[in-house]
């Protein structure tokens, strides 16, 4: 397979992700980014702000350089891209169902779409008996789970099953409160989120579904890591926490529904300043946002409002940076890097060290300058 247009990919996969919350948005479901869909992970202190600015803008690219670098890199073709990666995944798929490994399974049943139902829920009921007490298949099987049109999923024993593995994190129990709150007790949503707010830790598994995907398409084939990275951040960004029920009950209060309003602000706080990737963090400000506006009080609502505007600052920017986006697709050396560094530091902190990185290479005159040039589309 040839190389992938990477900053397609990486753009599709933040554009699902924004879309994802307009859905719901206008659906009722969820408030992300309520005023501004475009919110993005903002960081963990002021000195990652500050270091995100000044690498911020972007790099001008010489026309003439951009006609030579396409003489040497032919144009993508990004018909027969799409066609061979979907054919490609479509195998792995296949390949993978029959194996007897737990990670395998789960990313069978990935790959296979969040739309394949009883499929999925098969595969990752195989993938738990092989590895009962791996957090991220039973974090993937409760996500799943929650959203499947699979009529064999069996929820309240998925959530049980989570519970028992991964108590401690605080996102298993979030999404027992989200769970509640379709059922329509918000006592036990309640008491749910406040385990949430207490737990020792906050964490999705964004990055390491990310892995999961690229591990898997890894196993066959001879797909570039670009491209078997970008597949794991479109899964990624669609097998998401169902922030919407939540998002809802906080929406719905009124100053005089203190204890909700200190769940919500907090389980928010907790996804903004925890989370290792953007989706959770924005969501976390939007929380922050609702309940600073049911407390009536101006100073916490100008500072929620303020947050929530550095976000879309830095969505912005990187929405506009497509020569970074060239430099991960062009030098798998940097995008390793990347993965890397957000495995280890989370999303906010790749994005920035990325982008140091890209200024110091784009000042190195030995370094090929065509790797910030876009393949041709």
Known sequence: MRQSGLAILLVVALVIFVLVGITRQQ??????????????????????????RAVSGGFPVDAALVDECRSRRPPLDIDQYNAEREAHIREVAAALKDSGDAEHLAAAALLSGLDSGDVQVSLLARAAQQDPGSPLVAWTRLLVC???SGKNCEVEKAAANTIDIDGGNGAVW????????????????ARAARRAVAAPRFDSYYIDTILLIERALSTFGDSAYADRIASGMRIAAVLSPDYGEFSIRCRQLDSSDGMWIELCDQIGARMFSESASLRDQVNGISLQKVAAS?????????AAAAREAEY????????????????LENDETVFRRYVDN????????????????????????????????????
């Open 312 to 327: 879309n600052r830095h969505i912005q920017h990187l929405l506009d940076s497509a020569d970074e986006l060239a430099l």
């Open 294 to 302: 049911r407390t009536e009080d101006e100073r916490l609502v100008a």
């Open 174 to 189: 979030f999404e027992l409160a989200v769970l509640r709150l379709r059922q329509g007790d918000a006592a036990r949503a």
């Open 146 to 148: 929650m959203g499947s």
């Open 27 to 52: 659906a009722g479901e969820s408030p992300v980014a309520a005023e501004d869909d475009r919110v993005i992970d903002a960081g963990k202190s002021e000195q990652a702000h500050a270091s995100m």
């Open 342 to 377: 957000f495995a280890t530091y989370g999303e906010m902190e790749a994005q920035v060290r990325l982008q140091a990185e890209a200024q110091r290479l784009r000042d190195s005159p030995d370094y090929d300058q065509c790797n910030f040039v876009p393949r041709g589309y």
